[in-house]
């Protein structure tokens, strides 16, 4: 698929794989929508990119309010008159055990990781039918394939995303609406430092495995030649993407392996 000219509307912009994916779409040609919270960082953004003002559209969004998604779409309906692909980015991290997590922390996580994400998907794919034409790539994560300690409610809601896509990619199909599901392995961003405590505070400290993670800038020349391609899924990342089929082999072994590794990292 030739992305140029292409209307494509990334969330999580400001930051991280979204901001990366903006860049290596901006050398594409595409005319971009970029959303997320922080209209600041937004501008941040667009002041690095080489394209035109008509081009650029920013549209702060804050997915945990989706009940406005049908608002937000008309905007960009109203800008571009149509949207040819939804990189469906934006998310939040956690760092607590499931006991020591406020079920309105949990509650957050999901709006955001979860009904935020469908409810935008929806909003755009009726547009998309009308089109007769589109592509939804949606950002799980190799933890929506397995758990580890302190992420439960976000391996929750990147599980429920692939159960959504899954079954949704099959409804839309007639309409030739193509669902793609990327999942990354560790990428350096903030993910871990923007993650949420058990109290809802952030936690403001990175983690090692996101440190030695893959680059921005590596992952995003993958996903945009995955999202050129008709994939309907693709891992991304370092040796940690193969724990996925190793669990599926030896979910036994799988399950005492993280123990093991989980106490030593106590
Ligand atoms: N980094 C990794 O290792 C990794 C691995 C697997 C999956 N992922 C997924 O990749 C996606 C991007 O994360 P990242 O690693 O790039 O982390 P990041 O640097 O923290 O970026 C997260 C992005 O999501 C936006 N966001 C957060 N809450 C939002 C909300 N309520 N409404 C709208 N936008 C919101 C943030 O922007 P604002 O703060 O401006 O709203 C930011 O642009 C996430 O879905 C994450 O789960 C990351």
Known sequence: MNLSGKVIWITGASSGIGEAITYALAKE???LILSSRRIEELNRVRGNLKLADKDVLILPIDLEQHQHTDEWVKRVMDNFNRIDILINNGGISQKSYALATDPVVERKIMDVN????VALSKAVARI???QKNGKIAVISSIIGRFGLPDLSTYSASKHALYGFYDSFRLEVKDDNIKILI?????????????????DGNLVNENSPAMEKGMKTNVFAKKFVSTLKSNKNHKYIGKKEIYAVP???????TFYNLMLKMSKKNK
Do not use: E
């Open 246 to 252: 190793f669990k599926m082999i030896f979910p036994n």
């Open 29 to 31: 040609g595409c005319k």
């Open 128 to 130: 998309m039918q009308q």
């Open 182 to 198: 990327v999942s990354p392995g560790f990428i350096n961003t903030n993910v871990a430092i923007n993650a949420v405590k058990g």
């Open 114 to 117: 979860y009904f935020g994400n």
